[in-house]
């Protein structure tokens, strides 16, 4: 059971570049969601989706787009990067909707745009 | 959405308890309390959840008052690879739509031999 799977583990961009971060989960997990941490913070919310073909917006969305094409996969993209987008980014995913169920995350992309 | 408040940072010795109180004043009814720990390089980690009163696992106890208005983490006689930053999460049970899980900035233990 490999739980969340995210890839790359470590990713380098150019300014203006565009990139998919990868995000699988096999335990048929309705939600998903995306998030970003800084240095020294917690975590924000970036994307999220609790259902094949439905995803809405976290706190911080711009600059980042998502889609839920199957159950398992839940890929975000970076449309043009920025430096301001240097982070690293974990994919989660729970059973349902809702906090009262526990969410297993990945080992997280560390991201670097120069 | 609920807003959680937890203490920055907090220091111990290998073999004491440790408390961390989470406040959450505006927790609505139907909304549970959740506490994550996350070592460095990895994402964060379950480690246990509650509604109210006290929940005890293999890791920790959570207290949750009556007017679960705040709530405490317990670890009992922490060793040194218990050093990480632990979240409390409040979010209710996915009966509203547009449900969003915020995590705070969490509190960063440090434990000390």
């Known amino acids: 059971n490999a739980g969340v799977t995210q890839t790359p583990k470590f990713q380098v961009l150019k300014t203006g570049q565009s990139m998919t971060l990868q995000c699988a989960q096999d335990m048929n997990h309705e939600y998903m969601s995306w998030y970003r941490q800084d240095p020294g913070m917690g975590l924000r919310l970036i994307h999220y989706s609790v259902g094949a073909g439905i995803t809405d917006q976290g706190e911080v969305p711009n600059g980042y787009n998502v889609s839920r094409s199957t159950t398992e996969d839940f890929p975000l993209r970076l449309l043009s990067a920025a430096p301001s987008q240097t982070s690293v980014y974990f994919c989660a995913s729970s059973p349902r909707q809702g906090a009262s169920y526990g969410y297993t995350f990945g080992s997280g992309t560390r991201l670097t745009v120069v | 959405l609920a807003k959680t408040t937890q203490p920055i940072s907090m220091d111990s010795y290998e073999g004491q308890e440790v408390n961390i109180t989470c406040s959450h004043n505006?927790?609505?009814?139907?909304?549970?309390i959740t506490w994550y720990q996350q070592f460095p390089s990895q994402g964060p980690r379950f480690i246990i959840q509650?509604?109210?009163t006290k929940v005890t696992n293999e890791v920790a106890s959570l207290f949750i008052p009556a007017d679960r208005k705040s709530s405490t983490l317990s670890l009992p006689r922490v060793s040194l690879s218990d050093t990480a930053v632990y979240y409390c999460l409040v979010g209710d049970g996915g009966n509203t739509g547009g449900f969003k899980t915020i995590f705070g900035a969490g509190t960063r233990l440090f434990v000390k031999a």
């Open positions: 509650g509604y109210k």
């Open positions: 505006n927790i609505a009814t139907n909304d549970y």
